[in-house]
């Protein structure tokens, strides 16, 4: 079974700072998409960044990168210059495509991050 | 454009009630979903849908049913209504299984039931 774990149930960050939040996940298939996604107190999920499996090169998206490492399983998130509004919760979340998928994501636990002023 | 709408945004229900959570995307999308999140948790799969006239149960489909009659609506239902169905409800759709996970996601439902 694939599964994907977020072992910082919380963290926070002071505004204009650095933060990373880990997500490692668990497969036997090659070929996947990763992705992070963004739960405001509004509670709308927002789509942050997404990385193809396939790809060494990790994703940025303006302040949000990913460290990609397929070996050990690992796709973290970087913030950086860290703003209030980056304050929510993200969630780590996986899919394999291919014939038969239905672009079923699993998601982990999720992290809750705290940006102070 | 409104994406996609779910209603009600909250409601209490009685144990034993039954009730509909809808949702409705005007995309075109072929692939809907419906998730749980309970609270502090992450979000799991109840049942899904490829297409109208097709469903699938996801990862935690007990005490509901789903249709899919159109490609725009994919009602969730609730029959007898227990406290472990209190989570906030989240339908979503994508265009395909190659939308690379860019679901569009309604705003939730969040259901208590006493």
């Known amino acids: 079974a694939q599964t994907v774990t977020q072992s910082q149930p919380e963290m926070s960050v002071q505004e204009a700072e650095t933060v990373t939040l880990s997500c490692t996940y668990d497969?036997?298939?090659?070929?996947?998409?990763l992705f992070w996604y963004k739960q405001p107190p509004s509670r709308q999920m927002i789509l942050v960044i997404r990385?193809?499996?396939?790809?060494?090169q990790n994703a940025t998206e303006n302040r949000f990168s990913v460290n990609f490492q397929k070996a050990a399983k690992s796709f973290s998130l970087k913030i950086s210059d860290s703003q209030l509004g980056d304050t929510a919760m993200y969630f780590c979340?996986?899919?394999?495509?291919?014939?038969?998928?239905?672009?079923?994501?699993?998601f982990g636990q999720g992290t809750t991050l705290q940006v102070k002023p | 454009n409104a994406g996609v709408t779910q209603t009600p945004k909250f409601r209490i229900l009685k144990i034993g009630q039954s009730m509909t959570l809808q949702c409705t995307q005007d995309?075109?999308?072929?692939?809907m979903y419906w998730y749980r999140q309970d609270p502090g948790m992450g979000l799991k799969l109840i049942y899904y849908?490829?297409?109208?006239?097709?469903?699938d149960k996801g990862e935690v489909p007990n005490g509901y049913n789903v249709s899919r009659s159109t490609t725009e609506d994919f009602p969730l239902r609730l029959e007898l209504a227990a406290p472990s169905q209190t989570s906030v409800y989240f339908c979503?759709?994508?265009?395909?299984?190659?939308?690379?996970?860019?679901?569009?996601f309604g705003s939730g439902t969040r259901l208590t039931v006493v």
């Open positions: 979503a759709s994508s265009y395909s299984d190659r939308d690379l996970g860019g679901y569009t």
């Open positions: 995309m075109n999308h072929n692939y």
């Open positions: 849908s490829v297409g109208a006239g097709i469903t």
């Open positions: 497969t036997s298939e090659n070929n996947y998409y």
């Open positions: 990385q193809e499996a396939y790809k060494q």
């Open positions: 979340a996986f899919m394999t495509p291919g014939p038969g998928n239905t672009g079923k994501l699993i």
